[in-house]
């Protein structure tokens, strides 16, 4: 039996991706993207006329997602070694990906990374927010304290409204987990 992580990278991923709204040709940023379970698949499904911004903090992890992406042929991934604020230019990303990070960053952290997003995303652009660690998720560290809701409203005072919110079955680290994802636009 294929680990979560490979079936993850073999499919799923893709039709997760897509279903959040993802399409061929758009511009992605995934803001925290780790070493790239959602970079890899949004890779493949805005295609090569698509293009993924991969952002990341820590440069190590970089150096992993830049191998695997040697090693899956995947061409249209920019890397991003930056924490909060990007060089990329306003109103210029379809679909931002912020999953499982909002729990490392205090609320004033956070809404310096909500404003950047704000900054980025195009006027009609999704967020599409896992907040993993959420007062009934797994609790931890900043968002501990935080029930969904709360979340919900955190991110209104931002600038963005709930658009739609879903529970779906994603991956978590290197497993599967189920969770809600919040998908919201610029107000």
């Known amino acids: 039996m294929k680990n979560d992580v490979q079936k ?7 039709s997760f991706l897509k279903d959040i709204g993802i399409k061929k040709g758009q511009t992605v940023l995934d803001f925290g993207c780790g070493e790239g379970h959602y970079t890899i698949p949004a890779a493949r499904v805005v295609g090569e006329n698509g ?6 903090k820590d440069k190590n992890t970089l150096d992993r997602l830049n191998k695997m992406l040697k090693h899956y042929n995947i061409e249209n991934v920019k890397l991003l070694n930056e924490k909060t604020k990007t060089s990329l230019k306003d109103n210029s990303v379809d679909v931002v990906l912020c999953y499982d990070v909002l729990h ?5 952290e956070r809404n310096v990374i909500y404003n950047e997003i704000h900054r980025v995303l195009k006027r ?4 599409s927010v896992y907040p993993k660690h ?5 609790p931890l560290l900043e968002l501990a304290d935080l029930d969904l809701d709360e ?4 991110l209104a005072k931002a600038g963005f409204i709930l658009h739609r919110k879903f529970s779906k079955n994603l991956l978590h680290d290197d497993y599967y987990n189920e969770g809600y994802i919040l998908n919201l636009r610029r107000s």
């Open 51 to 56: 293009k993924v911004f991969a952002l990341d």
């Open 104 to 108: 490392y960053s205090n609320k004033k």
């Open 124 to 127: 009609e652009g999704i967020l």
């Open 151 to 154: 979340v919900v409203e955190e």
């Open 8 to 14: 993850w990278m073999e499919s799923e991923g893709e």
């Open 134 to 138: 959420y007062k009934k998720d797994y």
